[in-house]
């Protein structure tokens, strides 16, 4: 009798929505599961057996492909085979294809790896990105872009609504090696994010309450004051006094707050 292809634990809500293509992989290269994003895509394309494609081989898909998709469906073989043979600790590609009728061709990223399991799962992703202006960031010509508001929007986009589910989804399920890569992307994510946004407005880190506390300290208000205009009590406007200190860099400095923030504006 057949069994019906289970979904490993792993298998779980952020994965499910994550806005693009993810599949588990086994050893063999075989299709444990995938994502809803895949699935629809599945459909769209007129993949109507099985829309899920658990139980196809990507490896045999790859040697299938035709036309355009045939170069860097090679590429992607030669390299999941390689992470498969543990000859690669993880195997990633970026590459641009043109989509439907359409001219202008699209930037995808293409990522495979092992997850901390046994038996041993592999990662799929297959993921279009923003224009390729839109990834400066993260090169070291970085400090030379004008962050635009439209620049801005697409990258926090992409940010909020891939990079970051992605990299939490991963957290406790890496090898070592590859672990110390997640954190330290995670980082340097989380440093551009908050240099960029400090650099357009001061206050842009801060919750809603904090920069609430933060304006009325810059206006002179001592924190009963505070407490009277917010409706909190004293000791939670210094605790967030303490946290807005923090964020802002002045933890263990001697600097008054109301001082700095009024430099600021």
Request: with cysteine; hydrophobic share 40%.
């Amino acid at each position: 009798m057949k069994k019906t292809p289970l979904k490993p634990t792993i298998f779980y809500r952020i994965f499910e929505d994550f806005p693009g293509y993810l599949a588990l992989l086994d050893e063999k290269g075989n299709i444990l599961a995938t994502n809803q994003f895949w699935q629809r895509e599945a459909l769209l394309k007129g993949l109507l057996v099985r829309a899920d494609c658990i139980g196809y081989n990507y490896i045999s898909l790859c040697e299938g492909a035709e036309g355009q998709e045939k170069e860097f469906a090679e590429k992607i073989k030669t390299g999941i085979l390689s992470v498969l043979k543990r000859e690669l600790p993880f195997f990633s590609l970026l590459y641009e294809l043109a989509q439907n009728q359409e001219k202008t061709l699209k930037k995808f990223l293409f990522l495979f790896f092992p997850l901390k399991t046994r038996p041993k799962v592999f990662v799929l992703l297959h993921q279009e990105l923003p224009e390729s202006e839109a990834l400066l960031p993260l090169s070291e010509t970085s400090e030379e872009k004008t962050f635009t508001p439209s620049f801005l929007s697409t990258w926090f986009s992409f940010l909020e609504g891939v990079l970051f589910p992605f990299l939490t989804l991963l957290q406790n399920k890496l090898d070592p090696e590859l672990e110390k890569v997640r954190i330290e992307i995670l980082n340097k994510l989380e440093g551009f994010k908050k240099e960029t946004l400090s650099s357009l407005n001061p206050l842009a880190m801060l919750t809603s309450k904090e920069a609430q506390i933060a304006l009325l300290v810059k206006e002179g208000k001592t924190s009963e004051e505070i407490a009277r205009l917010l409706n909190l009590g004293k000791d939670a406007v210094d605790f967030y006094r303490k946290r807005i200190r923090e964020k802002l860099g002045l933890k263990g400095k001697g600097i008054s707050l109301r001082e700095y923030l009024q430099s600021l504006f």
